[in-house]
């Protein structure tokens, strides 16, 4: 595959708080070793490897265990709850619960709500079972939530003042305008801007951004998705954070080292101590 270049290397160190590294490898062929040596090389020098289903939560566990810069997050993604149907979805998350026990994992997560992909009523009480499930999980492991919000905010609220907010939380490719972002900064949340922020077209966005003070800002890839400007479309990594951390850097009028030294900072407390 013809990959973007390597761009120049941030001037501090960063981490790449959500990534799926055994997707980008079956989407592109770029493999993990491969794509956390990328990282490196630009100062993108830790990795949040993030399981969606049971097979992907077992494969973070595995990459944390065999790569000492990255850690993992275990969960049933709101997707999959509802497609798993109540049965099948209570067993995954016997599974997710043995896992996040696990010393290499930091993170219950991606988990949450998502009203774009699945629309249906039975759909949305899976989804909410299951996020329900997941805020518990991060209680009781005392690991951080990693919420997936797809046109779910509202709900998303409205779930973790039932169940009680965990003592950490992010908010993974955060997608809402400034009055959400206030809504989660009030709750006690990391905002994880992805290469979203990057697109012409997302002044919604970058006005979240705007408020977000720099203790509660992070970045990530989401690959290998969400690729960021000027490569938006083509499959995303780990190594292509910078373009991300320079538009946040220029948007946030701070020079571009505070802001590294910021996401990586951030990242160890919203993600429990250093590895």
């Not at 979805?89 to 997560?109: D, F, K, Q, Y």
């Not at 800002?217 to 292509?240: K, Q």
């Not at 948007?251 to 429990?272: P, S, T």
Request: aromatic share 6%; net charge negative.
């Amino acid at each position: 595959m013809d990959w973007p270049e390597i761009p120049e290397p941030l001037p501090e160190p960063v981490v790449d708080s959500h990534c799926h590294l055994d997707v980008t490898e079956a989407v592109s062929g770029l493999s993990p070793a491969e794509a956390i040596e990328r990282a490196a090389q630009v100062g993108v020098t830790r990795i949040v490897q993030i399981g969606c289903d049971v097979e992907g939560s077992r494969w973070a566990v595995a990459a944390a265990e065999r790569w000492t810069n990255v850690v993992a997050g275990v969960a049933i993604h709101p997707n999959d709850a509802a497609r798993l149907g109540a049965r099948e979805l209570h067993g995954a998350l016997t599974v997710v619960e043995r896992l996040a026990g696990n010393s290499r994992v930091r993170a219950v997560g991606e988990t949450g709500l998502d009203f774009y992909r699945t629309r249906d009523a039975g759909g949305h009480a899976l989804q909410r079972e299951s996020f329900a499930a997941h805020i518990g999980f991060a209680k009781a492991s005392g690991k951080t939530l990693v919420i997936h919000d797809r046109e779910a905010h509202d709900a998303i609220l409205d779930l973790l003042d039932a169940e009680g907010v965990p003592d950490r939380f992010v908010m993974h490719c955060f997608s809402g305008d400034a009055g959400f972002a206030k809504e989660c900064l009030d709750r006690g949340g990391y905002l994880s801007f992805a290469g979203t922020v990057t697109f012409s077209n997302n002044d919604r966005l970058r006005g979240a951004l705007a408020v977000t003070p720099l203790d509660r800002l992070l970045t990530e890839t989401d690959a290998p998705y969400l690729t960021p400007m000027p490569f938006r479309g083509r499959p995303n990594a780990s190594y292509l954070i910078p373009h991300t951390a320079r538009l946040v850097a220029s948007e946030l009028g701070i020079e571009l080292a505070v802001v590294c030294q910021a996401l990586n900072d951030n990242a160890e407390a919203a993600f429990g101590g250093s590895w």
